[in-house]
């Protein structure tokens, strides 16, 4: 989104501009008007019939291609006696010399005729290597009796030679096509040949592109390793890899076209560097929250090896209190470094200075952790870290008691989703095991928490989206007064059960004052509906609940239902939710509104 550069595109002046009129006339079997789309879509002619062309020579041009076009249209709909006629002021195509004048008093009129013929079927199919060996046809879609679609050989002929590269063949090719249409029995005879080539390991790994992103680390972040047999994975992994970096504004990873002298591939990475530095600012809002401001700061290359610094801030809760004691505020510094074991791990630590003031207990703490993250393969990451936290809290049992809590977060995610911020298909899982020690109480407890979601389109061009979230967790050890409040579950708001306030959810002591709890349950329903390609509704059902101990006794489930508006833009949807809560209770808000980037889960 540009907000101080115009979107316009400053066109090109058309040299002796010459306007034309077009029709398109398809004479032979196409009840359903399906065939007609795809040769208008095809068709140049009629795509830009409303822009001109230069002169006579630039219509004729344009009028060969469009030949060559729907020629290749009819065979993708496996027609191979199909005839396209194009007539340019009444005069055809082919008989039109090249200098011709086609100028008169207005547009040109351009008349299109396509019979496109009966559908053509496989016939024989042939599928074999320069040794004679035979391979299966019909895995690839190459069926006898099937509409033979061009399109399904050009398919087959990648997948082949796709599964020839998986092998370890770097320089699998098809070396020879035969396709012959019998136009009496109307099928299509394909022989096709492979050629596998030699199987080779990778060589060295070269880089290009660089500036102050250091070449050797950029080769090992690769992780394409010298010796290995060949497979196309690794370089799609590579590549993967190198962007996640975000230093490089685009990553490519090619093997070479050629083997070198002690018969490897070498590996070519290509990159081109993004800016460094960035900052930014946000603004959230919420019904029953009030409103927020954000702002940070950044370095994407600070020691020139891809290191991450971060320094963010945040204010919120504008507009529900006027005293700063009890708003809402936090300052970060957040610091990465990739590759500290290798290419598939990365070191995390952070610095948190908050105040936060929900209406289940006041905190202000200073925080450091420090941990590192591992990626087993490209769905599956397990990460391990130290947490220490000093501080002061009061809550529904304590006032302003002191805590110093020390804490191993443990944690293994499964993410297949196709999109962080609007997933239309996959699943995420989620596992943590925290053992905590919390000093001057003399406090051991471990928290456990799984959340998983899934998302399904429900339609091929992904309109209709199905999309749900379960998540559940437990503390075990010390009692419910002894775990530091901000330790402790609660549930409702934006984040989880929409049409509630912020961690309203929960046990509540005699004073009406939330406790928070040592076990939680949360569920949420969308189904995610795409109006046009920029604007989407949301209607959504949540659910939770939390407990004081295990056995969820003397708990009820608490659910919100609502819709959501969503926008879409390149960095996300933007989302604006409004919720009421389905058993509203004394002091429940009679509505929430959420409003944020990226889906509610």
Request: negative net charge; proline residues 5%.
């Given at each position: 989104m540009k907000f101080f550069e115009s979107d316009t595109v400053d066109e090109v002046a058309v040299v002796d501009p010459l306007s034309y009129s077009v029709t398109l006339e398809v004479t032979g079997d196409d009840p359903d008007g399906e065939l007609r789309s795809e040769l208008e879509t095809a068709s140049q002619l009629m795509r830009e019939s409303d822009r001109p062309v230069s002169g006579s020579i630039g219509l004729i041009q344009r009028a060969n291609g469009d030949f060559e076009q729907l020629i290749a249209a009819l065979y993708e709909n496996a027609r191979y006696a199909g005839e396209v006629r194009i007539l340019l002021d009444g005069r055809r195509l082919a008989e039109l010399p090249p200098d011709a004048n086609l100028r008169g008093t207005g547009p040109?009129?351009?008349?299109?005729?396509?019979?496109?013929?009966?559908?053509?079927?496989?016939?024989?199919?042939?599928?074999?290597?320069?040794?004679?060996?035979?391979?299966?046809?019909?895995?690839?879609?190459?069926?006898?009796?099937?509409?033979?679609?061009?399109?399904?050989?050009?398919?087959?002929?990648?997948?082949?030679?796709?599964?020839?590269?998986?092998?370890?063949?770097?320089?699998?090719?098809?070396?020879?096509?035969?396709?012959?249409?019998?136009?009496?029995?109307?099928?299509?005879?394909?022989?096709?040949?492979?050629?596998?080539g030699p199987i080779a390991p990778f060589g060295q790994t070269a880089v290009d592109g660089a500036e102050s992103v250091d070449s050797e680390f950029i080769a090992r972040m690769a992780g394409v390793q010298q010796g290995e047999q060949y497979d196309p994975a690794a370089l799609a992994a590579a590549e993967k890899r190198l962007r996640a970096l975000e230093v490089f504004s685009s990553v490519t990873v090619r093997g070479s076209e050629s083997l070198s002298a002690d018969g490897s591939v070498p590996v070519q990475v290509s990159v081109a560097e993004r800016k460094h530095r960035f900052l930014g600012a946000g603004a959230t809002y919420s019904s029953t929250d009030g409103g927020g401001l954000e702002a940070y700061w950044g370095h994407r290359n600070l020691f020139g090896r891809a290191e991450k610094l971060r320094i963010e801030g945040s204010v919120s809760s504008l507009g529900k209190t006027g005293k700063a004691k009890d708003m809402t505020w936090r300052g970060a510094?957040?610091?990465?470094?990739?590759?500290?074991?290798?290419?598939?791990?990365?070191?995390?630590?952070?610095?948190?200075?908050?105040?936060?003031?929900?209406?289940?207990?006041?905190?202000?703490?200073?925080?450091?952790?420090?941990?590192?993250?591992?990626?087993?393969?490209?769905?599956?990451?397990?990460?391990?870290?130290?947490?220490?936290?000093?501080?002061?809290?009061?809550?529904?049992?304590?006032?302003?008691?002191?805590?110093?809590?020390?804490a191993v977060p443990l944690e293994y995610v499964r993410d297949t989703r196709d999109s962080t911020l609007n997933p239309t298909t996959g699943t995420r899982l989620s596992l943590l095991v925290e053992p905590a020690y919390e000093i001057y109480g003399s406090a051991a407890f471990v928290k456990l928490r799984a959340e998983v979601s899934a998302y399904r389109a429900l339609d091929a061009e992904k309109r209709f989206v199905l999309a749900g979230r379960v998540a559940a967790g437990s503390?075990?050890?010390?009692?419910?007064?002894?775990?530091?409040?901000?330790?402790?579950?609660?549930?409702?708001?934006?984040?989880?059960?929409?049409?509630?306030?912020?961690?309203?959810?929960?046990?509540?002591?005699?004073?009406?004052?939330?406790?928070?709890?040592?076990?939680?349950?949360?569920?949420?329903?969308?189904?995610?509906?795409?109006?046009?390609?920029?604007?989407?509704?949301?209607?959504?059902?949540?659910?939770?609940?939390?407990?004081?101990?295990?056995?969820?006794?003397?708990?009820?489930?608490?659910?919100?239902?609502?819709?959501?508006?969503?926008?879409?833009?390149?960095?996300?949807p933007l989302r604006i939710d409004v919720a009421v809560p389905l058993n509203k209770g004394p002091t429940d808000p009679g509505y929430g509104i959420y409003a944020g980037i990226g889906q509610a889960f």
């Open positions: 040109v009129p351009v008349r299109i005729v396509v019979d496109p013929g009966k559908q053509f079927r496989f016939g024989d199919v042939s599928v074999r290597d320069v040794d004679g060996r035979a391979y299966a046809a019909d895995e690839q879609g190459l069926t006898p009796g099937q509409l033979a679609k061009s399109t399904v050989i050009l398919d087959a002929e990648e997948a082949l030679v796709r599964e020839l590269e998986k092998s370890g063949h770097p320089f699998a090719q098809v070396s020879n096509r035969d396709v012959v249409a019998d136009h009496a029995r109307g099928v299509l005879d394909v022989s096709l040949q492979l050629e596998a510094m957040l610091f990465e470094k990739p590759g500290v074991l290798g290419p598939a791990s990365k070191f995390t630590s952070r610095l948190v200075v908050q105040q936060e003031n929900p209406d289940a207990y006041r905190r202000f703490s200073v925080e450091a952790a420090a941990g590192v993250s591992y990626e087993l393969t490209p769905e599956q990451t397990v990460s391990a870290g130290l947490d220490a936290e000093y501080a002061r809290l009061t809550d529904s049992f304590n006032a302003n008691l002191e805590t110093i809590t020390l503390i075990y050890g010390a009692s419910l007064a002894a775990i530091p409040a901000n330790r402790r579950f609660y549930a409702g708001g934006g984040g989880s059960v929409r049409g509630y306030g912020y961690q309203d959810i929960g046990p509540i002591n005699a004073a009406g004052q939330a406790t928070g709890g040592r076990s939680v349950i949360e569920t949420s329903a969308e189904l995610r509906i795409g109006i046009t390609d920029t604007i989407g509704i949301v209607p959504f059902v949540d659910a939770g609940l939390v407990s004081a101990n295990q056995n969820f006794s003397n708990t009820e489930f608490k659910a919100g239902a609502g819709v959501g508006l969503r926008y879409v833009t390149p960095f996300g």
